[in-house]
C-alpha cells in the first residue's frame, strides 16, 4: 500500500535554529508533493508544492524542500525558525487518483 | 475569492446517532474531499467527490457515506455514531479530481458522547 511516512512526530527548536522535517513516500510514478502547515486554531494552508521541474521548491514564510527522487524523500526545511512556525506540519503526496497524508509533525519553537 | 466553507463547526453528538456535515467548496472547484483528523492517525482520507460522483474512497466503515449537488456543494452523513468517531472533519476542494493541490476548510469538530 502506499504510504506517506513523517519521522519526526515531535520537534523542539530555539528561534533561529535550523528546521529539516524529513518526508518520505512509496511510490514509484509520478506523484506531486505538497507540505500543508496548520497553525494552533486555524485550517491547513499549503506551503508549498512539487509538481514537475526544479526539485527545490520555495513556498512562503521562507519555507523551502527538496524533491529528490531516488531517495522517495520530500522534507522541508528553514534556515532560522521564528515563534511563529509553531504548528503542525503535514506532508502529503497525490500519486495516482489518491492523496495521502503523512501523520504529520508537531514543532514548537521557543522563543 | 471566499475559502472553503464547513458548518457547523462544533457538534456535539451522542453515541447511536446520525450527524450530517455540509461543505461548500470554492467558487469553480468541481472535486471536494473529505478527511477525518484525529492526534494519533493524523489525516485520513474518506472519499472523494467529482461532478456528482463518488471517485475515491477510503477504508471506512459503510456507516460513512457522502454525496455531492449539482453545485459542487458535498455533505458527509455518519450514522450509528460510535466514540471513536470523535474527529475534526475536514473537507477540501479541487479544480479537478485526483490531481493538484487541496483548498481545506476549517473543519467540523465532532465530539460523539
Known amino acids: 500500500a502506499q504510504s506517506v511516512s513523517q519521522h519526526n512526530h515531535h520537534v523542539i527548536l530555539s528561534e533561529a535554529a535550523s528546521l529539516e522535517l524529513g518526508c518520505n513516500y512509496s511510490?514509484?510514478?509520478?506523484?506531486?508533493l505538497f507540505w500543508y502547515v496548520q497553525y494552533p486554531g486555524q485550517h491547513l494552508q499549503l506551503l508549498l508544492k512539487?509538481?514537475?521541474?526544479?526539485?527545490l521548491v520555495k513556498g512562503i514564510k521562507g519555507f523551502e524542500a527538496e524533491f529528490i527522487k531516488s531517495k522517495f524523500s520530500f522534507n522541508l526545511r528553514k534556515p532560522s525558525v521564528q515563534w511563529s512556525d509553531t504548528a503542525e506540519y503535514f506532508c502529503?503526496?497525490?500519486?495516482?487518483?489518491?492523496?495521502?497524508f503523512g501523520t504529520g509533525t508537531s514543532l514548537t519553537v521557543i522563543p | 475569492k471566499a475559502g472553503v466553507t464547513q458548518t457547523p463547526r462544533y457538534l456535539i453528538k451522542t453515541r447511536g446517532q446520525q450527524v450530517t456535515l455540509s461543505c461548500s467548496p470554492i467558487?469553480?472547484?468541481?472535486?471536494v474531499s473529505w478527511y477525518q483528523q484525529t492526534p494519533g492517525q493524523g489525516l485520513q482520507f474518506l472519499f472523494e467527490?467529482?461532478?456528482?460522483?463518488?471517485?475515491n474512497k477510503g477504508n471506512f466503515p459503510g456507516r460513512f457515506s457522502g454525496r455531492q449537488f449539482s453545485n459542487s456543494r458535498s455533505e458527509m452523513n455518519v450514522s450509528t455514531l460510535e466514540l471513536g468517531d470523535s474527529a475534526l472533519y475536514l473537507c477540501?476542494?479541487?479544480?479537478?479530481?485526483?490531481?493538484?493541490?487541496?483548498?481545506f476548510g476549517p473543519g467540523t469538530r465532532l465530539t460523539v458522547l
Open positions: 477540501a476542494s479541487s479544480l479537478e479530481a485526483n490531481v493538484g493541490q487541496r483548498d
Open positions: 511510490y514509484g510514478g509520478t506523484v506531486n
Open positions: 512539487y509538481f514537475s521541474g526544479d526539485p
Open positions: 502529503a503526496v497525490n500519486a495516482g487518483n489518491q492523496f495521502y
Open positions: 467558487s469553480g472547484h468541481r472535486s
Open positions: 467527490y467529482f461532478s456528482e460522483t463518488q471517485r
